[in-house]
């Protein structure tokens, strides 16, 4: 079985993309240099229309789809950002959205869905739990589900990301790239081992979100207990596929706790002018607080999610006063 996307795939989800999505930005970092001691860039994925990366992926499975299929409808499941990029590229291609996501995702982010004129349901204790609820909708109904994590057409649009970083810095050692479920990781990881091989890739998570890491440690996949975190996009299981995707991609995984994840979304509020969710605060987060070792540079960090709540916001801004 197939798991990630082949170069054909991905530059066709490019082709796809161009017309809607111009290239996020690539921006250097000073104070991220001079702690990494090599010249840091941040790819702002946070500055897309949905605020994540997640668009991609969603945009080019829509794309694929039939008219017959997109008149149907989708249904997916996700944490929120996912579920945003679901709901706008339904909208762009008229297809009716069905989101379900857990209770305690983000209020901003739900509102968000909602405004996109995708239908939302939020009953779910948490995100496996949403995800088993949008898998038995789909079946009953026999529409498309948009997994956030997996199947190819998601990995060859969040893929595009990667050709991106290569035409924008085109001597990159380091990517350090947001992980949870794995989807990211593998469109920008099938992408570098064919095009960049000598590119070291960094998966980052929070100590609270670490299926991946601790599943790839032990060769299996490992059940993670479901725990509040400032990183809710990275929560959640993992399957034997997202395994495969670590084993194959990812060179180091690496994690950061929640106070540092919270510290550097403080930061980039005030020393970037950014407002970072704590799933697209963690890979600054491993290069502020020496959780990586970067050997080579340039880096690029991907930054990617801007829908954190206010008051989420005000307590971290709260919190880490000295974060400048």
């Given amino acids: 079985m197939q798991i990630l996307p082949t170069l054909e795939e991905v530059r066709l989800a490019a082709e ?17 240099s001079a702690q990494a001691g090599v010249p840091v860039h941040l790819k702002l994925e946070c500055e897309n229309p949905t605020g994540s990366f997640k668009v991609r992926g969603a945009y080019n499975v829509l794309a694929g789809l039939s008219a017959e299929e997109r008149a149907r409808g989708v249904v997916a499941s996700s944490a929120g950002n996912h579920g945003l990029g679901v709901a706008y590229a339904s909208r762009a291609f008229g297809a009716p959205a069905m989101l379900y996501v857990p209770r305690t ?14 239908t939302v349901n939020d009953e779910a204790d948490d995100y496996d739990v949403a995800m088993v609820m949008a898998k038995a909708h789909a079946a009953r109904e026999g529409i498309r589900f948009i997994n956030p994590c997996l199947g190819v057409d998601l990995l060859a649009g969040q893929g595009t990301v990667a050709l991106e970083v290569l035409a924008q810095v085109p001597d990159v050692r380091t990517v350090l790239i947001c992980t949870g479920g794995g989807g990211l990781l593998g469109g920008m990881g099938a ?24 599943s790839v440690a032990a060769g299996r ?33 690496v994690l950061v706790t929640e106070a540092e994840i919270g510290e550097t979304i403080a930061w980039a509020h005030r020393h970037l002018g950014l407002r970072v969710e704590g799933a697209g605060a963690v890979t600054m987060a491993a290069l502020r607080h020496g959780r ?5 540079g340039p880096a690029v960090a991907l930054v990617s999610g801007r829908n954190i709540d206010e008051r989420v916001l005000d307590q971290q801004l709260a919190a880490f006063p000295d974060a400048r």
């Fill in 16 to 32: 796809r993309l161009a017309p809607v999505l111009a290239p996020s930005r690539v921006v250097p970092d000073d104070v991220l």
């Fill in 105 to 118: 995702a983000p209020q901003v982010k739900k509102d968000g869905i909602r405004a996109l004129g995708a």
């Fill in 191 to 214: 992408v570098l081992r064919a095009l960049a091989p000598q590119v070291r890739v960094i998966g980052v998570q929070s100590v609270e979100t670490a299926a991946m890491q601790r």
């Fill in 221 to 253: 996949v490992v059940p993670v207990t479901v725990t509040p975190t400032l990183a809710d996009g990275l929560a959640g299981q993992i399957d034997d596929e997202a395994l495969h995707i670590g084993q194959v991609c990812a060179d180091d995984l």
């Fill in 292 to 296: 990586v070792q970067l050997g080579a």
